[in-house]
């Protein structure tokens, strides 16, 4: 998926020589924006992924109040940003480890219990 928004420089108004065909083999004809560095413009390939460890991106996602990490390259919207950034705390905090849920008792016929399980068999006197 691309979340970011490209245009291709007119390159017909080159002169026809080493410096036109470099330019469109190398893809520096492209224009990508970035939202989140205020609309900045980044011309080529090379410079857009660079960007994305800049002090101008850096900012604007601190900013945002969002880390910015690995899962957030190669996005450049806003909303995808904190949509993502939603996403990615939903899941943090579904496998943070709960002690009422994921803690484990052993009974003494080596049988493993959660820990509700076994405190109900505990006070029914089963144990």
């Known amino acids: 998926f691309f ?3 490209s245009r291709r420089r007119h390159t017909r108004f080159l002169p026809v020589s080493w410096a036109r065909r470099c330019v469109q083999e190398t893809g520096l004809g492209i224009e990508y924006t970035c939202e989140i560095c205020g ?3 980044y011309w080529g390939r090379r410079a857009f992924e ?3 460890q800049e002090w101008r991106h850096s900012y604007g996602m601190k900013c945002l109040r969002i880390p910015n990490t690995v899962h957030f390259k190669e996005i450049t919207s806003i909303n995808d940003a904190l949509a993502l950034h939603q996403k ?3 899941e943090s ?3 943070q480890f709960k002690p009422e849920l ?3 008792y ?3 016929e080596g049988n493993i219990l959660n ?3 076994y405190l109900d068999l505990e006070r029914q006197g089963l144990l």
Do not use: G
Request: hydrophobic share 30%.
């Open 3 to 5: 979340f970011f928004s």
């Open 39 to 41: 609309n900045y413009s």
């Open 50 to 52: 660079r960007h994305f």
């Open 88 to 90: 990615l705390m939903l």
């Open 93 to 95: 905090d579904a496998s």
């Open 102 to 104: 994921d803690e484990e």
């Open 106 to 108: 052993e009974d003494s």
């Open 115 to 117: 820990k509700k399980k």
